[in-house]
């Protein structure tokens, strides 16, 4: 599973040109266009979130909705109690057994601890010190696993191990090449399409993928011990003055 955004005015940067058409007068002659102008700015945003398997994007397990905050990061609209209502209802929707691939948002690692009222730094540290030693586990891990289904945490900064990056970039692309209103409305509908094109084979060919880039790493780390176990230790001897020792010891 994963979350990702689409803006209303996303479009292709680059489109196919005709170079026999030499002028706008030329053009318009011909009955042809010039070429669509790219609109400015972002505009709206859909924030999305999903979830599939080899099977395909899991039936009913898209949340779609309307970003209401101007910001780069979409993460500012995504919190846990939005993300745990969408786990409640996604959750008996898959085979029993699942393991769920995520990320370490912040909110996929709710700790159960509410906030209610605004803190400086150290009044915030001195509560994490407080219940730290408490917390060895996940909320929404401990709820997974009541539905028999567990939960595997991707490494840091490592999207590539996951499937669902490639399903969405093939969604965006779709909405990208066929977007030429730039309204939202339009867009969701483009995005929908979008998902309905990233069918069970595709899906099949990511994970594919991202196995093979999983083997690679691993190789990478059978490589890196073989050569830390090939070099001799390191033995560092210190030779110096002590209280109970005498010129002729050193």
């Known amino acids: 599973?994963?979350?990702?955004?689409?803006?209303?005015?996303?479009?292709?940067?680059?489109?196919?040109?005709?170079?026999?058409?030499?002028?706008?007068?030329?053009?318009?002659?011909?009955?042809?266009?010039t070429g669509p102008t790219n609109p400015s700015g972002k505009g709206k945003r859909l924030i999305v979130v999903h979830i599939g398997n080899e099977d395909g994007f899991v039936p009913g397990g898209l949340l779609c909705f309307e970003s209401k905050k101007n910001t780069k990061d979409y993460h500012d609209e995504m919190n846990g109690e939005v993300f745990f209502e969408w786990l409640e209802s996604v959750l008996p929707r898959l085979k029993d057994t699942a393991v769920i691939v995520m990320d370490n948002a912040p909110y996929h690692s709710d700790k159960g601890e509410v906030i209610d009222k605004p803190m400086v730094?150290?009044?915030?540290?001195?509560?994490?010190?407080?219940?730290?030693?408490?917390?060895?586990?996940?909320?929404?891990?401990?709820?997974?696993?009541?539905?028999?289904?567990?939960?595997?945490?991707?490494?840091?900064?490592?999207?590539?191990?996951?499937?669902?990056?490639?399903?969405?970039?093939?969604?965006?692309?779709?909405?990208?090449?066929?977007?030429?209103?730039?309204?939202?409305?339009?867009?969701?509908?483009?995005?929908?399409?979008?998902?309905?094109?990233?069918?069970?084979?595709?899906?099949?060919?990511?994970?594919?993928?991202?196995?093979?880039?999983?083997?690679k790493f691993w190789d990478m780390d059978f490589m890196i011990d073989e050569m830390l176990a090939e070099k001799e230790p390191m033995v560092v001897t210190y030779t110096g003055e002590t209280s109970d020792e005498s010129d002729d010891d050193i």
């Open 1 to 33: 599973m994963d979350e990702t955004w689409v803006n209303a005015r996303d479009c292709n940067s680059r489109i196919w040109v005709d170079k026999t058409v030499i002028s706008r007068t030329d053009a318009f002659s011909k009955g042809l266009s």
């Open 121 to 215: 730094i150290s009044q915030l540290m001195t509560i994490v010190r407080r219940i730290k030693h408490l917390h060895d586990k996940y909320v929404i891990d401990e709820y997974v696993k009541q539905y028999n289904k567990d939960v595997l945490r991707l490494p840091p900064y490592h999207c590539e191990l996951n499937p669902i990056e490639m399903a969405w970039s093939a969604v965006k692309n779709h909405v990208k090449t066929n977007n030429t209103t730039y309204k939202l409305p339009d867009v969701r509908c483009l995005l929908k399409e979008g998902l309905d094109k990233v069918n069970d084979v595709m899906w099949k060919n990511f994970i594919r993928h991202v196995m093979g880039v999983e083997n």
